[in-house]
């Protein structure tokens, strides 16, 4: 679970935040897990 937080990525942190509210229960899943890349991905590339 830590490893999703990244201390050195500060958009990361965001996007997993977002995604933890936004998904809810589904974060702890695979499903949750898939969207939080695909957030950070989105980010990266908006950024």
């Known amino acids: 679970m830590s490893a999703k937080s990244n201390p ?3 958009t990361h ?3 997993t935040k ?3 509210a ?3 229960e589904g974060s702890r899943g695979p499903l949750g897990f898939v969207v ?3 957030r950070g991905l989105r980010d990266l590339l908006r950024g």
């Open 8 to 10: 050195g990525d500060g």
């Open 13 to 15: 942190g965001k996007g």
């Open 18 to 20: 977002g995604s933890k």
């Open 22 to 24: 936004l998904a809810g």
């Open 36 to 38: 939080d890349l695909a």
